[in-house]
């Protein structure tokens, strides 16, 4: 069974340009979730997807934004990049929203330059 | 709202040592709670969960921990630690409330085995 894929696994970007990242769940997980990692804050929760509805949010700013299509994949997408959204960011699947565990990917390393 | 407290950033043990590492949550609510391994330039692998049932829950790799709900504490312990469970260790807590949920972490322990 293929675990939680995300991609790209290393991106590079510049102050004020956008990106999106892509995540695969588990084949029959319905619920995805997305967290941003970093050495001073942690791990701090961004959004969760549960077929296709946007079902909670973290407290980020709007410049992150997120999307789960009917195959249950989800990518998220971040406008205006700043030196401090440099992270790794992490994508969970779940088959039932979390109740009995996630399932994390090996995450995508933002850098910002 | 809920919450984790990691007491401790950082535990240095000895190889074949035992080794507890502390959580305490906060929640209003029933919660489930979780402990999750991540080694360097990966993402989070569940060492175990507590749902419901026995407070004694057993894991991967030999750990396990004790849910106990008048403390709310969720301790990982381990008997014997190898050079290879060197890795940061979270507690997290994933709390019912109405439709909105989501697993919250607590700071991390950095564990390091020394030989």
């Known amino acids: 069974k293929a675990g939680v894929t995300q991609t790209p696994r290393y991106l590079i970007k510049t102050r004020g340009q956008q990106v999106t990242l892509s995540c695969s769940p588990i084949?029959?997980?319905?619920?995805v979730s997305w967290y941003q990692q970093t050495p001073g804050q942690g791990l701090q929760f961004l959004f969760e997807y549960f077929s296709e509805t946007q079902r909670n949010k973290g407290n980020f700013p709007g410049r992150f934004s997120g999307r789960q299509f009917s195959n249950s994949r989800s990518e998220m997408n971040v406008s205006t990049l700043e030196l401090g959204d440099s992270a790794l960011y992490l994508c969970a699947s779940s088959s039932r929203q979390g109740d009995y565990g996630y399932t994390f990917g090996s995450g995508t390393r933002l850098t910002v330059v | 709202a809920q919450s984790v407290t990691q007491l401790d950033s950082q535990v240095p043990v000895f190889e074949e040592a035992p080794v507890e590492l502390r959580c305490n949550y906060s929640s209003s609510v029933s919660v489930y709670l979780f402990w999750y391994v991540q080694y360097p330039n990966q993402g989070l692998q569940l060492l175990l969960k507590y749902l419901s049932g026995s407070t004694l829950v057993k894991g991967i790799n030999g750990f396990e921990a004790e849910f106990n709900k008048s403390q709310t504490s969720f301790h990982l312990r381990k008997p014997s630690v190898h050079i290879s469970d060197t890795a940061e260790y979270f507690c997290a807590v994933n709390a019912r409330s109405g439709s909105a949920r989501q697993l919250t972490f607590g700071s991390g322990t950095q564990l390091t085995v020394l030989p």
């Open positions: 084949s029959g997980h319905r619920s």
